[in-house]
């Protein structure tokens, strides 16, 4: 089945303690995204990644961190968590971002606790 | 970043009735996309308009991509129980970069009462 994976799906963390959320696409897409989603807030979009070792910065991207080593994976790393970035995170994906017919696939969300 | 404005941001109607929502932005798109949003889950696609005009239809829902290719609407016939959620429009300019940057709309919330 195509699908995005995300893990893990809840987190809680305590503040600077290093953590990673991995993402995984077995759709062979070249462009992935992390987008976080706060009330009122809709989905910013913090790191992208147009394909491997391609990365840039969205709109939010303080405090975050991304690698892309290989294709299928796109890990978004917070190297000292803050309590605001609790939030829900998603990875998407799609096929090319040369393809304007290529629509993101969202994965199911992280909720990251950070106290 | 840019968000597209979409309305209205609630609604909370009986089983059976249709439903309309829409976007807007200042600034022209190439590409409109639906997304509906479950509880606890991702954001899925529910339909893809790429011409000024089209008019879409996947089951009960209807979309169309505005003329002036700056909004686009989402209808829902005869809504169920299941329909409830966050719809997100989400549209991608003309040479937006190289990248398939999409710009959100900041959604609705679906509310159907059986």
């Known amino acids: 089945e195509a699908q995005v994976t995300q893990n893990p799906r809840y987190l809680i963390t ?61 890990p978004l790393i917070l190297e000292s968590p803050s309590p605001n970035q609790t939030s829900l995170y998603f990875c998407a994906s799609s096929l090319g971002w040369r393809d ?11 909720r990251l606790t950070v106290t | 970043g840019q968000q597209l ?15 309309s929502m ?5 600034s022209i798109f190439n590409t409109w996309l639906w997304y509906k949003q479950d509880p606890g889950e991702g954001p899925v696609l529910l339909i893809a308009l790429y011409k000024a005009g ?37 549209g991608q300019r003309p040479g937006g970069g ?3 940057k999409l710009i959100f709309g900041t959604g609705t919330l679906l509310a159907v009462q059986p």
């Open chain 1, 14 to 74: 305590v503040t600077g303690k290093k953590l990673t959320v991995t993402c995984s696409q077995n759709m062979n897409h070249e462009y992935m995204s992390w987008y976080r989603q706060d009330p009122g807030l809709g989905l910013r979009q913090i790191y992208y990644s147009m394909n491997v070792e391609v990365t840039d910065k969205g709109d939010v991207p303080e405090g975050y961190k991304v690698s892309r080593k290989e294709k299928r994976n796109f």
């Open chain 1, 100 to 110: 304007r017919g290529s629509p993101l696939h969202f994965g199911n969300g992280t």
């Open chain 2, 5 to 19: 404005n979409q309305s209205p941001q609630s609604m909370f109607i009986q089983e059976g009735e249709d439903v």
């Open chain 2, 22 to 26: 829409n976007c807007t932005s200042s």
């Open chain 2, 54 to 90: 089209e008019l879409t239809s996947n089951g009960r829902l209807t979309a169309q991509f505005g003329i002036t290719r700056k909004d686009s609407f989402l209808n829902i016939s005869a809504s169920i129980p299941s329909d409830v959620g966050i719809y997100f429009c989400a």
């Open chain 2, 98 to 100: 190289a990248t398939n």
